[in-house]
């Protein structure tokens, strides 16, 4: 995927100041894969902590709490963050394309949000020294993350965005 941004985004002049739809989509391919290996690292360091750990010292009013918590803040901040990249992808709603910045902007929003949900969940697993049920939100947010991968889209020129006709309408990614 990454491309077709790059391949169709050469003949667009682009101003001085302005981030090229390449660089963009460069530079959101590293901070996603650093965003996948954080969590990645993060979650072998919790399970090899609580492997060492004797199992009754496990805090269960905590991590139902914890978990509790968790799993409120992907439900409710989640889709808030999606309703934010959709400000961000306004110029797409009407054909046009998103500029790099914009996009970058979006995408870091979902992700943050996303990287965030598992992290906090990860780390009650830690401080309630139980696994389950703190990784659920954790695995459900990192899952989300990895299909939200930087695809570039929605930077592409060509009416992707039209959605009055259903023939050359994508959805934002």
């Known amino acids: 995927m990454a491309t077709i941004a790059s391949s169709h985004s050469t ?3 682009t101003p001085k100041n302005e981030l090229a739809p390449e660089a963009a989509l460069r530079y959101a391919w590293g901070v996603w894969l650093t965003m996948l290996a954080i969590p990645f690292l993060l979650f072998l360091y919790v399970v090899w902590s609580l492997m060492d750990s004797p199992g ?3 805090n269960q009013w905590l991590s139902d709490r914890w978990f509790m918590s968790s799993v409120a803040y992907v439900v409710f901040v989640v889709p808030i963050s999606f309703f934010i990249r ?4 306004r110029p797409y709603w009407k054909g046009e394309c998103v500029p790099p910045r914009d996009y ?3 995408m870091f929003t979902v992700w943050g949000a996303l990287e965030l949900g598992g992290i906090l969940s990860l780390a ?3 401080a309630s020294n139980s696994l389950i049920p703190g990784l659920l939100p954790a695995l459900a947010a990192f899952m ?3 299909i939200l991968w ?3 889209r929605a930077m592409i020129p060509h009416a992707r965005g039209s959605s009055d006709d259903p023939e050359r309408y994508e959805e934002p990614r």
């Open 150 to 152: 930087p695809s570039g």
């Open 124 to 126: 009650g697993c830690l």
């Open 86 to 89: 959709s400000r961000f992808f």
């Open 144 to 146: 989300l993350f990895v």
């Open 11 to 13: 003949n667009l002049p």
């Open 56 to 58: 009754g010292d496990r």
């Open 104 to 106: 970058l902007k979006g």
